[in-house]
Nanobody, 113 residues
Framework: VQLQESGPGLVKPSQTLSLTCPVSGGSITTSYYAWSWIRQSPGKGLEWMGLIDYGGNTYYTPSLKSRTSISRDTSKNQFSLQLTSVTPEDTAVYYC??????WGQGTQVTVSS
């Protein structure tokens, strides 16, 4: 299985961050896989943001739940992240991850005007 994040590297404050993760070598609907978004901000540890499972169920970390949405497109075998009302504190490297691996290579997203 391979994953690769894609999306804009620069987002303005108050806008919505949108990333997509196409998956190759395996189906996102395979039981019992789960697909997560994880980020790492400068100088901070890894933060799990949320996941979508093989059945399309979603789970979010409480601190980000009000701003986060994870969805999927089974026809394209990909899943996506939307984070609304971003601030500079959302600047981070964002990773898409299959439950027990692998990870995508990560994509830098900077929030700045």
């Amino acid at each position: 299985v391979q994953l690769q994040e894609s999306g804009p590297g620069l987002v303005k404050p108050s806008q919505t961050l949108s990333l997509t993760c196409p998956v190759s070598g395996g189906s996102i609907t395979t039981s019992y896989y789960a697909w997560s978004w994880i980020r790492q901000s400068p100088g901070k540890g890894l933060e799990w943001m949320g996941l979508i499972d093989y059945g399309g169920n979603t789970y979010y970390t409480p601190s980000l739940k009000s701003r986060t949405s994870i969805s999927r497109d089974t026809s394209k075998n990909q899943f996506s992240l939307q984070l609304t009302s971003v601030t500079p504190e959302d600047t981070a490297v964002y990773y898409c991850v299959k439950d027990d691996g692998p990870w995508g290579q990560g994509t830098q997203v900077t929030v700045s005007s």
